[in-house]
């Protein structure tokens, strides 16, 4: 349910609401019910103070806190926020997310960016996040009156920027390419894995490792973090297009970005055996 949220000072009723400000374009498809399912509402640990936390649904979404302070005079003491209720229990606690803000009111007059599907997490540093709509409106109007600012932190999900990574397989196993996402701070291995990908063993027996989780990097390599010790030593001078699956990683990234690797590339070229042991004897 969507309710008006225009709180003035002392115990001033909620006012009819105005007509919402239309949001601006790059934004339009943004509402809080499409929001509402990268939402999922946690209760944390006793050690943690048993409170609840918002936090995103998926790996496809982060979450970012943003501080805002809306003006407020007497003669105009709302916040002008319109707010959206999904789902409750019997201690009222939530998910409550913004829905719109109301045309002329002294949300959308201060020009700050607050958007659908954001959720209200502090008001003038009392706590009210993973409330319902009832409780939040009791802590917003808690707040100082008018005409102090409305001071708030918002939790807003933000889509996490990921690689489209295409795999491809050598040529004699006749497998055709796969395309999956990398999301940043996760290891090429694990995502692979993940994805039933199978990218080989690590090492032998005597813990040597043989390359045999390697892959070439065909397209975004300077997608990549930069190599470990271990890499470097193996792989820079010689195969300098070669990256261990088991050390690769991404770093967080600024946009989406596209990435080509061969797994399983020809490990003979550069192993040979020699005296019951591997040695390193890369192709030039």
Do not use: H
């Not at 008006?4 to 809080?32: D, G, N």
């Not at 790996?59 to 209720?85: C, F, H, M, Q, Y």
């Not at 770093?251 to 690797?261: A, F, Q, V, Y």
């Not at 020809?266 to 019951?276: F, I, P, Q, S």
């Amino acid at each position: 349910m969507m309710r008006p949220l225009l709180l003035a000072a002392c115990a001033q009723a909620l006012l009819t609401p105005s007509p919402v400000r239309p949001v601006a374009t790059r934004l339009r498809a943004r509402t809080a019910d499409g929001m509402s399912k990268g939402w999922k509402v946690l209760r944390l640990s006793e050690e943690e103070g048993n409170a609840i936390s918002l936090a995103a649904n998926s790996n496809e979404w982060g979450t970012k806190e943003i501080e805002v302070e809306i003006p407020r005079s007497a003669e105009s003491p709302g916040i002008g926020i319109l707010l959206e209720e999904f789902g409750a229990n019997d201690e009222g606690e939530g998910l409550t997310l913004v829905a719109g803000l109301v045309d002329g009111g002294n949300a959308a007059l201060s020009g700050l960016e607050i958007l659908p599907g954001d959720a209200i997490i502090r008001a003038d540093g009392a706590n009210v996040e993973g409330l319902g709509y009832d409780r939040t409106v009791d802590a917003l109007g808690a707040m100082a009156p008018a005409p102090a600012p409305a001071r708030l932190t918002l939790k807003r999900l933000l889509k996490i920027p990921k690689v489209t990574l295409t795999v491809m397989f050598p040529p004699e196993e006749n497998e055709p390419n796969r395309v999956i996402n990398w999301y940043p701070r996760r290891g090429l291995r694990e995502t692979l894995l993940v994805n039933k990908i199978d990218v080989g063993g690590t090492c032998t027996e005597d813990m040597q490792c043989l390359l045999r989780c390697s892959c070439v990097v065909r397209k975004g390599r300077a997608l990549l973090e930069d190599w470990g010790i271990q890499e470097k030593q193996m792989l820079e001078k010689k195969e300098p297009d070669w990256r261990l699956t088991c050390r690769a990683c991404l770093p967080p990234l600024e946009e989406d970005g596209e990435m080509t690797i061969r797994i399983r590339p020809d490990t003979e070229n550069v192993l040979r055996r020699k005296g019951g042991a591997y040695e390193y004897k890369f192709k030039m």
